[in-house]
């Protein structure tokens, strides 16, 4: 079969994660990549983390990242391979491209190019020095995260970067199809998916945030190992207090809400610990399926290739390059993804291309006249729905009075408003611009209507388990019926078949199981979850599948359905742990805050009360400008920057950083070219100089909320035009404007509860 991509020719300029993930997904789904490296070679090929001895030729995460493309060295990049892509992904601040020969004027001209940097091209920070640790300071998700008595923790691994990657592969999409050029911040990818808008949280609830926290309960020892718990709604936490044998806990109000549990952890711990003590990890986790409660086992580089629903779903192919490594995330029924394949030797095509067919520059947004039918509900799928959205699509949610979207209910509720569930900071944060309807599917006269939208539609998109909509009576087969080109893309939490089908499933269930906690939390801790960043890690995978759908469609007419499992996503954000274990037969795990590509890297006290800053010192250059703001010392005159001399290296920065103001702190280690950030408490990212410079925060008023600062995406733009939909606020006008029906007709549907704005029950 065809790849959705086939033909489309991408230049992959740059030595980050982030690139080099954009161009494996690219080429995944059909297209020429063609990386351009120095001639010394991508960093990544000689990329081993700590705790791995290094050895000789490209580093198996390389060949897991470039497989399948093809490579050119050269220090500069000219203008006429530029103009020879369809697509080009550069990964540089504007002055590394000038030192690659590239004109910063004649790039932001191109409609073709996706720039990702940490800070973008516009705004005062284009050239502060940063790696995914200190963007995690800035961006708020370190300050979030850890116990109250201990220092705050950062997200294990790269997740950053795969999320920043996942963003730079749906706008190169976009480029392509007329909508660039596009300046995009790694920073802003970070923000607006590594903590929940918490700027909107401290606005809409009209309370203060939490300092750090974990979730209670989240990761617990049971009898055997550990165990994995997320819950999102007060039933679960009902539900999990009856299997926990506590019921009494499950009539406590205020522990409906992780902000009570957190306050009561030592009570809800001392309560739960004997259950988790005296059953094993698989009798946990079956009675959870049992409960429909989100629980799993803490998965790691070592127990996820031996797990029987991976087995049954080839989750982990042979790599050509001798090693099991998660499959390409996503199944489409016309078009699947390439298998792996080898990486490129360095510089192994020259002239890889002819000259391309000039561009007429696009006026519009690249998905005008592109209509979703969006039965998301949560975080994950209202991502990819919002994304495309912004994005110029007509985006229209749909939910029912019997069932919200349930992060309309989720963390807490106002008692001074009527309508409470309309101030949700989460739901707000990825639903501005969408228009909602409500409809009963379960009736046969919601299913009708919905049919009438999906005939007029291009892309359904929803993120059930599967049976709900085969319950429903809405399966793939029956959508096409409707319309036979419709593209559904389907996000269920485990996908379509295999052993755990039916499990429910969030996005810290996923980090639990596929390795992202195992790798996040203090050494002698618990494992920790990244808190949720993999939904919109899926969802931004869903929104760049939806335009590889709808490319293939322009070529062919066909739609086709699309299953992205988050799963399946974030196995590959963890990839590098069974790459490794695999290679080098070493099981990677908790660092702390040192992680494992730099040998001095932590999160330091500063002078005052919780005033932190997290450092990174990457290199020899770094460790001799370090030097020089500590002012050279004598105890630093002999010592060789490395893993032998880090402890003592992060000891005296210890020191010094204690006695000066968290600020002043910063600014130094900035001055002298070292990646530094403070640790910021997630609200206070509104002040952050760099994202307001770059208009991340956009300003409409909702009609009951008030004025709002929504995020847009990533890249810089003007896209919040509208505020998030009120429940059914749109019924009238698609119900009546679009399908016809009569004012008689709406009032029969709302008394029969087929449509509303009132959830049921409240």
């Not at 080429?27 to 063609?34: F, L, N, S, T, W």
């Not at 994304?387 to 949610?397: E, N, S, T």
Request: charged share 20%; with cysteine; proline share 8%.
């Amino acid at each position: 079969m065809a790849s959705p991509l086939s033909g489309i020719r991408v230049l992959e300029i740059g030595d980050r994660i982030a690139t080099a993930y954009c161009g494996k997904l690219l080429r995944d789904a059909g297209a020429d990549v063609v990386m351009v490296e120095p001639p010394a070679g991508h960093r990544l090929r000689r990329y081993r983390p700590a705790g791995v001895p290094p050895s000789a030729g490209d580093s198996p995460f390389f060949a897991f990242l470039a497989g399948g493309k093809r490579s050119i060295t050269s220090p500069t990049v000219s203008p006429e391979l530029l103009d020879s892509a369809d697509v080009v992904v550069l990964g540089a601040t504007p002055r590394q491209a000038t030192e690659m020969g590239l004109d910063r004027d004649e790039i932001t001209r191109r409609t073709t190019v996706v720039t990702v940097s940490d800070f973008g091209w516009t705004g005062p920070w284009i050239e502060l020095p940063a790696t995914e640790f200190t963007l995690q300071g800035w961006c708020g998700s370190t300050g979030s995260r850890g116990e109250p008595e201990r220092p705050p923790i950062a997200v294990g691994g790269d997740l950053g970067e795969f999320i920043a990657g996942s963003y730079a592969a749906f706008f190169a999409l976009a480029a392509h199809r007329g909508g660039g050029p596009f300046d995009m911040s790694v920073l802003e990818a970070m923000t607006t998916s590594m903590q929940v808008f918490s700027w909107l949280r401290k606005e809409l609830m009209l309370l203060e945030v939490l300092g750090r926290s974990t979730e209670v309960p989240s990761v617990e020892r049971a009898k055997d190992g550990y165990v994995g718990i997320s819950m999102a709604t007060g039933q679960q936490w009902q539900d999990f207090c009856a299997m926990v044998e506590c019921p009494d806990l499950a009539d406590v109000p205020e522990l409906r809400f992780q902000v009570g549990r957190w306050e009561q952890r030592d009570l809800i711990r001392a309560r739960t610990a004997e259950f988790f003590e005296t059953h094993t990890v698989d009798e946990i986790v079956e009675l959870a399926a049992l409960f429909r409660i989100p629980m799993t086992a803490i998965g790691n580089g070592e127990t996820l290739t031996g797990m029987d629903h991976f087995i049954e779903r080839e989750s982990f192919l042979d790599h050509p390059s001798g090693f099991r490594a998660p499959r390409a995330p996503w199944r489409m029924t016309s078009t699947p993804p390439l298998p792996p394949a080898l990486p490129p030797g360095l510089g192994d095509t020259e002239n890889p291309w002819p000259p391309s067919e000039s561009r007429t520059r696009s006026t519009g947004l690249p998905l005008e006249g592109v209509r979703i039918v969006d039965l998301t509900a949560f975080w994950a799928g209202p991502t990819a729905t919002h994304l495309l959205g912004m994005l110029g699509a007509d985006v229209v949610k749909i939910e029912s009075v019997q069932r919200p979207d349930g992060m309309r209910f989720a963390g807490g509720f106002r008692e001074d408003v009527e309508r409470w569930w309309e101030y949700s900071w989460v739901f707000h944060g990825v639903n501005s611009g969408k228009r909602s309807i409500t409809l009963d599917l379960a009736s046969d006269e919601g299913r009708t209507l919905l049919g009438r939208l999906v005939a007029e539609a291009d892309v359904v998109v929803e993120n059930f388990t599967p049976r709900v909509m085969e319950n429903f009576g809405l399966s793939y087969e029956e959508l096409r019926g409707f319309n036979e080109r419709i593209i559904e893309v389907r996000m269920p939490g485990f996908g379509l078949d295999g052993p755990w089908r039916d499990r429910v499933g969030f996005a810290m269930t996923m980090e639990q199981l596929a390795g992202l906690a195992w790798l996040t939390g203090y050494p002698d801790g618990l494992p920790t979850a990244p808190r949720g960043a993999c939904d919109p890690l899926a969802g931004v995978h869903a929104a760049f599948l939806t335009l590889a759908a709808l490319e293939h469609r322009s070529r062919t007419g066909a739609g086709q359905l699309v299953e992205l499992p988050m799963i399946d996503v974030v196995l590959n954000a963890s990839a590098l742990q069974v790459i490794e274990r695999d290679v080098a037969g070493v099981l990677l795990t908790r660092r702390g805050n040192r992680g494992h590509e730099f040998a001095v890297q932590n999160v330091y006290a500063c002078a005052g009360e919780e005033q932190w800053i997290a450092v990174s010192i990457r290199h020899d250059a770094d460790w001799t400008a370090l030097k020089c703001v500590l002012g050279q010392p004598a105890w630093a005159r002999d010592i060789t920057y490395g893993a032998e001399s880090a402890d003592q290296i992060d000891t005296h920065l210890a020191d010094w950083c204690k006695h000066r103001p968290r600020d002043e702190a910063v600014t130094a280690l900035l001055a002298a070219g070292i990646p530094a950030a403070p640790v910021v408490q997630p609200p206070d990212v509104i002040d952050n100089a760099a994202l307001q410079a770059r208009g991340f925060f956009q300003t409409v008023t909702h009609p009951l909320c008030g004025p709002l600062p929504y995020p847009r995406p990533p890249v810089t733009g003007h896209f919040v035009n509208s505020p998030a939909p009120l429940l059914g606020q749109d019924n009238t006008e698609i119900l009546s404007g679009s399908l016809g029906l009569t004012d008689q007709d709406l009032a029969r549907l709302e008394a029969g509860k087929i449509i509303g704005t009132w959830p049921l029950g409240l």
